[in-house]
C-alpha cells in the first residue's frame, strides 16, 4: 500500500466538461467518447437542475445525518437497500481495509406500491422516510430530485449511445432505462482523516456497478481515481470539485457492454479531516435487462469478452459482496 497522502501536492486530474445545453451534440457526443476512452470520468454542467434546488438537497442531507444515532438506527436499510447505512456498514476493498467505509449514507430507490407486483423485485419497493415532523419536506426534496436526475441520467445515455455508433434511443427502452434500477445515495463523511498505509479509507477502492454515475459534491476535495486499474504500483489522481456540475463515471454493466471498448474506473475517497458531503445517483437498466455484448462492440478479431448476465442478479450479488449482513445488527 501506498503512504499516507500529502494532500498539499496531490495531483488533480483534468475532466472533460460536458455542457448538456450545448446544441452540437457531435461536440458532447466527441468529448465524451474520449472521457470514456481515457479515465471514465467527466464533469456535466447545465444540466437543468438549478443550483437552488441542489442546494436545498444538500441542506436537507446534512440536517438528516445530524439526527441523533437512535433516530437513524430506526431507519436502517432493509434487504431492499432503502435506508441508513452506518459507518464500515460498506466495505469495498476488503483486501485494502481495516473495517471498512468511514462514511454513512441514506438509500432511496424507485417507489413502488407494496401491493404493486414489481415490488417483490429485489430493487423496487417502498422506501423508508424519516417522519415528516422530523423532518420536514425531506421526503418531497429527496422524490424530486430523484425524478430530475433520472431525466439528467437519460439525456447522457443519448450521448453514449450515439459515442458507441447506436441509435440515440438505444437506452431509452422499457428494458433499458424505461423502468431503471436508479438508486440515489446520500453520503457523509465524519472527519476521520484517512491513511491508506494502515487501511484507513473514507471510501475504499471500487468501480461502480451499473451503467452511470451522477456525483455531486460539496467543495471539500477528497475523490480519487486511478486511470489504470490494472497498473502496479496504482497512481492516484483527485478529482476537483466544481460547483454546479455533476462528476459522471460510467460502471462495470458499460464496460460490459462495449465489450471493455469503455472501462469502469476504480476510484476511492480520501478523507482530509474535514467533513464532506456528497449525492450519488446509481442508474442501471431494469431488472430484467440481459447485459451482453453490444453489437457495434464485437468483431470477427474481437468476440464478446463478457457472458451475458441478467441486470438484477449482478446488482444483487455486488451489494451482498460489498455490504454488511443485517442479522449483525439485529446482534447489536
Known sequence: MDDQIDFSSAKVSNLNCIDLSNPDRH???????????????????NHG????FMDEVFAQCRKFFNLPMSEKMKLLRNEKHR???PV???VLDPENQVKGDYKEGYYIGVEVAEDDPKSQKPFYGKNLWPAADLLTGWRQTMEKYHLQALEVAREVARIIALALDLDVNF???PEMLGEPIANLRLLHYEGQASDPSRGIFGS?????????TLLATDDVMGLQICKDKDAQPQIWEYIAPLKGAFIVNIGDMLERWSNCIFRSTLHRVIGNGQQRYSVAYFV???HDCIVECLPTCKSENNPPKYPPIHCSAYLSQRYKDTHANLGTYKQH
Do not use: M
Request: glycine letters at 12%; charged letters at 15%; a negative charge.
Open 49 to 52: 437542475i438549478s443550483q437552488g
Open 88 to 90: 464500515f456498514d460498506e
Open 83 to 85: 435506508g441508513y447505512t
Open 27 to 45: 461536440n458532447s457526443v466527441s468529448l465524451l467518447k474520449q472521457a470514456c476512452l481515457h479515465s471514465g470520468f467527466f464533469y456535466l454542467i
Open 171 to 173: 437506452f431509452d427502452r
Open 204 to 212: 475504499g477502492a471500487h468501480t461502480d456497478y451499473g451503467l452511470i
Open 284 to 286: 442501471e437498466p431494469s
